[in-house]
C-alpha cells in the first residue's frame, strides 16, 4: 500500500487561480470555471519565473521519444487510472477533504491495468519501487507506436521506423520568421517531449488536412518561443493574449532555468479557445524532405511530402496533396 498526503487541487497556472460556480468553456458538462487570479504562484516565484524562457503552449496530444525494441520510438500518452470503487472511494475522499487527512492507495488492486510495455513518466513519485498517482488519482504514462497501429494511427503517420525519421514542424533554421516541415532523425529526438498536431487531434485548431486528406506533424515542446512576451501581470498578458497577434496562441508555458514548467491558458484568464485565426498560421512555411534518402511507402504522410518538397504555403491551412 503507498501513501498519498492530502490531496491538493493544483493547477500548473502562472497565477494564483479561484473556482466559480458557473459553466466551463473548456471541458463539456464541468459546472465551475477554474480562472487566474492577480497573485504569482509561489511555485512560480521559486522557480525563478522572471528569467525563464516564455513558449507558445501548443494544442496537441503528448508525445514522448525513447528506446524501444533496442531504437528510437515515438511514445503515446496513456495514464493508469483507477477502477470505478477506487475513484468512487478517491471523489469522496475530496468532496469531504480535511487537511488532516491523507488517502491511501492500493497501487495494486486500485488501478486498471496497462499494456505490459507501459512505463510511468519521468517525473511522477515513487513509494516503494511503485508511481505514485498525482493530485487527479491518475499515474501519467507511455506506451510505444507500433507501426500501422490501429489505435494511435495519427501518431504512427508521424513517424518512419525503417529510415528512423520523425515529422516536425518547427522554425527554419536560417529564418526564424518561416516555418518548416521536415523529417528529423529520431534519434535527435532521444528523451524529449513532442506535442501531435493535426486534422484528428482536439478538433484540429490550426486547419491542418481534411477528413479525407488527415495531416499530422509533432512539434517539439518549447519550439516557438515568444520573441516579444508581456510583462508578468494579470491584465498585461489578457491584453496581449487578446488583441495582438503573437497572442492568439492556447497558452504560453514559460521554461525556467532549473526545468520547472509554469504554463498558462487562455481559459484560466476568460478567454475563448480554438480561435478562428491562430499565430500559428500567421505564418510562412516551407516543405523540406530532399536530404532523407528513403523511398517511403506511396500513400504514407511521409510520401506525399515528398512530393511538395521545397514548396512554400502562406500558411499551414494552405497546404494540400494532389492525389
Known sequence: MSRLGAVQRKVPCLFVTQVKEEPSAKRERQPFKVLATETLTRKAIDADIYNAIPTE??????????????Q????????????????????KFLYSLEDSKEFIWNIEEDFKHVPECWIPAKEIQ??????????????PGWVPVEKNSKQYCWH???VNYEAEVALVLKHHADDPGLLEISPVPLSNLLEQTLELIGTNINANPYGLGSKKHPVHLLVPHGAFEIKNPPVLKHNDILSWLDNSTEGKIEGIVWHCNDGTLIKLHRHH?????????????SQPVVVSVSGTKYDFEPKSLFHHFSKLDGQRFRRLKDITFDF
Open 57 to 70: 503552449k501548443v494544442d496537441g496530444t503528448c508525445c514522448y521519444v525513447t528506446t524501444y525494441k533496442g
Open 72 to 91: 528510437p520510438y515515438l511514445w503515446a500518452r496513456l495514464d493508469r487510472k483507477p477502477n470505478k470503487q477506487a475513484e468512487k472511494r478517491f471523489k
Open 126 to 139: 515513487h513509494s516503494n519501487g511503485n508511481p505514485l498517482p498525482d493530485e487527479n488519482g491518475h499515474i
Open 156 to 158: 504512427s503517420s508521424v
Open 269 to 281: 484568464l476568460g478567454l475563448h479557445w480554438p480561435i478562428a485565426e491562430t499565430h500559428l498560421n
